[in-house]
T-cell receptor, first 115, second 107 residues
Framework: GAGVSQSPSNKVTEKGKDVELRCDPI?????LYWYRQSLGQGLEFLIY????????KSGLPSDRFSAERTGGSVSTLTIQRTQQEDSAVYLC?????????????FGPGTRLTVT | AQRVTQPEKLLSVFKGAPVELKCNYS??????LFWYVQYSRQRLQLLLR??SRESIKGFTADLNKGETSFHLKKPFAQEEDSAMYYC?????????FGPGTRLSVLP
């Protein structure tokens, strides 16, 4: 079946503008994660959704970042008033369950460039 | 706090040579540890997990609780092993990835 998909694949925006990044997880996967991959910084956890539970937002770097997951499926990561340091590849992953022992399936990522 | 360290940003070896990618973690409890790999122009994908005690593409990793390490090893590196490797610690809702090591296997 189809894997995790993300859109857009590339996004260039001007500093101060808002952006929305979309993630379509694998059908049936209850857990969804957002990460940020920066050059030299590795993979940084942002937020985690598990079913209908309240999301774990502990990794969001500032209140300019928010995410929602509608109907337990598609998720949108929103960055308001973008800054140049927000430039990175944003990765989404889904998993059959959130217990942690199951493999995370990653999307291709969205490369965000803030000019 | 949970933390994963990978001391080498870049590791270069010649084809056929042994390779060891180091991973150390800090966690109070019994962690679940994974290695993920990202080949050029491909998605990040699971390589292996310690609970499976498996060997994938010739790679193995042993959890050493005394040294809090989960080093990834392969006795004979191949050029197609060149990629970015991430060690990850996952426990419950805590997800921590290391900074990654870029492995370059030279011909």
């Amino acid at each position: 079946g189809a894997g995790v998909s993300q859109s857009p694949s590339n996004k260039v925006t001007e500093k101060g503008k808002d952006v929305e990044l979309r993630c379509d997880p694998i059908s049936g996967h209850t857990a969804l994660y957002w990460y940020r991959q920066s050059l030299g910084q590795g993979l940084e956890f942002l937020i985690y959704f598990q079913g209908n539970s309240a999301p774990d937002k502990s990794g969001l770097p500032s209140d300019r970042f928010s995410a929602e997951r509608t109907g337990g499926s598609v998720s949108t990561l929103t960055i308001q008033r973008t800054q140049q340091e927000d430039s990175a590849v944003y990765l989404c992953a889904s998993s059959p369950t959130g217990t942690g022992i199951y493999e995370q399936y990653f999307g291709p990522g969205t490369r965000l460039t803030v000019t | 706090a949970q933390r994963v360290t990978q001391p080498e940003k870049l590791l270069s070896v010649f084809k056929g040579a042994p390779v060891e990618l180091k991973c150390n973690y800090s966690y109070s409890g019994s962690p679940e540890l994974f290695w993920y790999v990202q080949y050029s122009r491909q998605r990040l994908q699971l390589l292996l997990r310690h609970i499976s005690r498996e060997s994938i593409k010739g790679f193995t990793a042993d959890l050493n609780k005394g040294e809090t390490s989960f080093h990834l090893k392969k006795p004979f590196a191949q050029e197609e092993d060149s990629a970015m490797y991430y060690c990850a610690l996952i426990s419950g809702q805590n997800f921590v990835f290391g900074p990654g090591t870029r492995l370059s296997v030279l011909p």
